[in-house]
């Protein structure tokens, strides 16, 4: 380990174009995403390699009227692209899931006619998922950020004793390699929270974020994982910090 650190149902991806990124190597894949909605955007892609090992990436934050791209290895299978949107302070919600085409460039575009479009459903939404914000669940992980509600699965624990806030963030696979990101509750100082991963999961890398400042999240320590259940206790600050076992 080592430190350091809603729904819209319309979507669009656009055809493919050729890459003018020189920094790219020949065969990876490029993600664009052209932000022209009235907030904030970025990309998050979710992939495999092809020992069936998980990654994320994400893109830079997207204001109003910029574009930005995401170069994937060209090895990568099982790709998950997905646009997010800031709900409000950093408050991220996902607005589009799609798989990647066998193109090597896919262009996103989240359009302002179609925010203005479900502009009421936007504003409302800010109030809604905020209410909702503690009992929310990644329905497609099939993960809870509850340990009681499942309890056959995979539980892991996390024990907030630093003078920061800190997250779990937990990449696995399902028996068919697709890849999935399920993340805890913010957990304030002495405070203890857990996920729980589907019982067939698999290739589980678990990561402690630690708030920076406002929502700027920064990974603290990664490792993998065996075993149904696990509970780790982060102390220090957010400069410097460790991982023992739980008491």
């Not at 009421?120 to 809870?144: M, P, T, V, W, Y």
Request: proline share 2%.
């Amino acid at each position: 380990m080592e430190d350091e650190v809603d729904d819209d149902k319309h979507k669009e991806v656009l055809g493919s174009r050729e890459s003018s990124n020189s920094q790219q190597n020949d065969g990876d894949f490029v993600i664009t995403l052209q932000n022209r909605a009235a907030m904030d955007t970025r990309l998050r892609i979710l992939y495999t390699d092809a020992a069936c090992q998980p990654y994320i990436v994400e893109s830079k934050i997207l204001w109003t009227h910029q574009t930005t791209s995401v170069t994937i290895p060209s090895n990568a299978q099982n790709m998950k692209v997905i646009v997010q949107k800031d709900m409000i302070g950093r408050y991220w919600r996902d607005a589009h899931t799609v798989s990647m085409s066998e193109t090597r460039e896919d262009h996103l575009e989240e359009s302002y006619q179609e925010r203005r479009h479900h502009r009421r459903n936007f504003l409302k939404d800010i109030g809604d998922e905020a209410d909702n914000d503690e009992n929310e669940q990644d329905l497609e992980a099939r993960a809870s950020s509850n340990s009681q509600t499942n309890t056959t699965g995979i539980v892991i624990t996390l024990q907030n004793h630093a003078a920061m806030d800190t997250r779990l963030s937990v990449l696995y696979t399902d028996p068919q390699c697709q890849p999935y990101l399920v993340q805890s509750d913010t957990l304030l100082t002495h405070q203890t929270k857990s996920v729980t991963l589907p019982s067939n999961a698999q290739n589980i890398k678990v990561t402690v974020q630690k708030d920076m400042f406002a929502n700027n999240w920064r990974d603290a320590h990664t490792f993998s994982m065996n075993g149904t259940r696990l509970c780790v206790r982060i102390v220090g600050v957010t400069v410097s910090s460790k991982l023992r076992p739980c008491e």
